[in-house]
């Protein structure tokens, strides 16, 4: 299941408090998709990583009081408050069988010992795939859930990369070259591979601003050295490019013939359209992609349009959808 369409189906089954678990390879944005929707519902997320604990940790420690034996709630557990909100439970297949059996009663019951979760908290896990080379988890653990495949997606990726103002090369390379976003081969030995998470840390190292000559170590350790060395090759080719700011005043009849630049271009024009998405910006834009290659054209409109731009009230749009036979709106 693609991202955006994980994340519609978790935010109707976390309003009825079902449990669900979401399965895929390590750096897929498991973690960051479920965040995304707590601060979509204006809730709390709570992210408890099971594999750092043990069983006594969740089943918590009793105490003596006048006879009596009294538990200690666990620090980490959610607390009644009116906002409610996400409880995750992060690579619990990986966690030891002892402390998945501690888990059963939290994620069935919604309580273990004496603490109860709090009616609007829900419960979601993640953990990756067996056929990525990790553990299974117990089958009266996976009966409590109902579970989901996330997979990866080019074009939801590249709703997200917009919307965190990730660096236009790895955009524009990401959106040319689709099998660089994820490069795990669990029967490789490399320690670094191209992931969504990796190419952030990518993101992060190009604006750190080190010198160039750290460029490629750097980067090879975030997503391994043969993307990197592609990656970065992409970024030193010399390209002929317009001016951008010719394009948005509608002054620029320049138009590069290169499958690399017209990429780079098609990304730059998206990223900083959103930073003024006005009708004369938009219109302007519209009479310059109507005569590129209609791959590119629409790649720009599909970029614009995923980040909320609409057209369909500009003057120049019904001949672009006309000629590209276009029927968002």
């Known amino acids: 299941m693609t991202p955006q369409a994980l994340k519609e189906t978790l935010s109707s089954l976390i309003t009825q408090k079902l449990p669900a678990f979401i399965w895929g390879p390590s750096g897929i944005g498991k973690t960051s998709i479920?965040?995304?929707?707590?601060?979509?519902?204006?809730?709390?997320?709570?992210?408890?990583?099971?594999?750092?604990?043990?069983?006594?940790?969740?089943?918590?420690?009793?105490?003596?009081?006048?006879?009596?034996?009294?538990?200690?709630?666990?620090?980490?557990?959610?607390?009644?408050?009116?906002?409610?909100?996400?409880?995750?439970?992060?690579?619990?297949?990986l966690a030891h069988p002892s402390v998945q059996a501690a888990a059963y009663q939290l994620i069935l019951d919604r309580r273990i010992g004496e603490y109860l979760l709090p009616d609007n908290w829900a419960i979601i896990a993640s953990g990756n795939r067996d056929s990525d080379?990790?553990?299974?988890?117990?089958?009266?653990?996976?009966?409590?859930?109902?579970?989901?495949?996330?997979?990866?997606?080019?074009?939801?990726?590249?709703?997200?990369?917009?919307?965190?103002?990730?660096?236009?090369?790895?955009?524009?390379f990401i959106s040319l070259h689709h099998d660089a976003l994820f490069t795990f081969d669990p029967a490789s030995k490399e320690k670094a591979f191209a992931t969504p998470r990796s190419w952030k840390f990518v993101d992060t190292i190009l604006k750190s601003k080190m010198k160039d000559i750290h460029l490629?170590?750097?980067?090879?350790?975030?997503?391994?050295?043969?993307?990197?060395?592609?990656?970065?090759?992409?970024?030193?080719?010399?390209?002929?490019l317009p001016m951008f700011q010719e394009i948005f005043d509608g002054r620029s009849q320049h138009y590069p013939k290169d499958e690399m630049a017209l990429s780079i271009m098609a990304t730059v024009l998206v990223s900083n359209a959103l930073r003024k998405p006005d009708k004369k910006v938009l219109n302007h834009l519209l009479h310059y992609t109507i005569n590129l290659d209609a791959k590119f054209a629409m790649m720009i409109i599909d970029d614009l349009y995923s980040q909320g731009v609409r057209f369909n009230r500009l003057e120049a749009w019904k001949a672009w959808s006309e000629k590209f036979s276009y029927s968002k709106r």
Request: with cysteine.
């Open 216 to 240: 490629l170590e750097s980067i090879s350790g975030a997503i391994g050295k043969t993307v990197a060395t592609q990656f970065l090759a992409y970024m030193n080719d010399s390209w002929e």
């Open 34 to 93: 479920v965040k995304e929707i707590a601060e979509d519902m204006g809730v709390n997320f709570s992210d408890i990583c099971l594999t750092s604990l043990d069983p006594s940790d969740l089943r918590s420690r009793s105490f003596l009081n006048k006879g009596e034996a009294v538990w200690f709630t666990p620090s980490f557990l959610p607390k009644l408050d009116e906002k409610g909100g996400i409880l995750f439970l992060g690579d619990l297949n």
């Open 133 to 172: 080379g990790q553990a299974d988890m117990l089958p009266s653990l996976a009966n409590r859930f109902v579970h989901f495949e996330m997979e990866f997606s080019i074009d939801d990726w590249k709703h997200w990369a917009f919307r965190e103002k990730l660096d236009d090369a790895i955009i524009s």
